[in-house]
């Protein structure tokens, strides 16, 4: 039967040997209990009057203190890196190792100390300008800087980067964030005042940011700083605010000069071998006439030698033969009928109506040569006579 049924004894209860007391324990009382388990521990106890005895405490007490102590004091130097981290360990402020992602033992504090760095964090600078916080827009102490032919632009310029060693972050540069800082400023306006205005705003984009980036990071590793730069972006370049309309008109004349450019040559283009093709054809066809005049005359020449030739051997029959051969040449293209009249004069008989229709047929031809240009093979460009086919000119009797 438990203690709290009916009939159950009351003296078992939780609470028994307290005298019936409705309060809760006494809390001096328990105090006083926990300081005679101690003083037991430590050889301390009371003596038979209720005082305590004040003998010295035993040395095997003291001793489990001292171990406990000494082995908290030691567990104390258990720490863990995370991965991408690394651990910087001080002893005293004097660098001693670097430990790597894991749980690591140090010299407990005050001896050693440890700094974690994390190496795989990618870290950022903005300058020229805020993208957030309490200060946003252009800073235009940090934007504003010149350029080679003497023009103002501002410029914006994102740099990301890691850090590479631990041990040199954290000892060779005082401010980090502040020494970087400075060094891009100073290399960014050098890169930009080594160039034109011009060749910012524009194509130059692109080597700029590779020329930033190079002497950056030259510049860094001469500190030894431990860092190396991941990324350089060039957000935004322009001139000044206070000139952007004027800024704007200059890049629409220089957009309708190219333009204008473009069209001269494509003009150009087209008419050029157009007037080479013409000059060719001219040329051709000067050589061409070159060609023949040269071979008729040799031509003639030769004709004329071997005429010579039997000129000499008997003179009456060539000389006939020659003037028969020359009036026929002529007499050929007219409508002239010669009638030989044995013992008398030759008569000759002229059909006029035949000739009145040749003469306003060869009219009708001149006219049309007239109104034609000039393009034909028998162009002759030094307009001098032509000699005849015969090489000679007809003679009579």
Known sequence: MSWNEPGGDKNKDPWSGRKEENGPPDLDEAIRSLQDKLGGLFGGKKG??????????????????????VALWAASGFYIVDEGNRGVELRFGKYITTTQPGLNWKLPAPIEKVEIVNIAQIRSLEVGYRSGGGRKGTVSKEALMLTKDENIVDVRLAVQYQVSDAKKYLFNILNQTATLKQVIESVERGVIGGNTMDYVLTEGRTKIVADIKTEIQSVIDSYESGIIITSVNLQDAQPPEQVQSAFEDAIKAREDKQRL?????????????????????????????????????????????????????APKVTRQRIYLDTMEEVMSGTDTVMVDVEGGNNLMYLPLDKLAAKSQVMRNRVNANQSAPSASPSYNPTNTPRPSSRGRTPRGR
């Open 261 to 313: 450019i473009n069209e001269a040559e494509a003009y150009a283009n087209d008419i050029v071998p157009k007037a080479r093709g013409a000059a060719a054809r001219v040329i051709q066809e000067s050589e061409g006439y070159k060609s023949r005049i040269i071979a008729s005359a040799e031509g003639d020449v030769s004709r004329f030698t071997q005429i010579l030739a039997e000129y000499k051997k």
């Open 48 to 69: 038979e009057d209720g005082n305590d005895d004040k003998s010295p405490p035993s040395l095997k007490g003291l001793g489990f203190l001292a171990v406990g102590a």
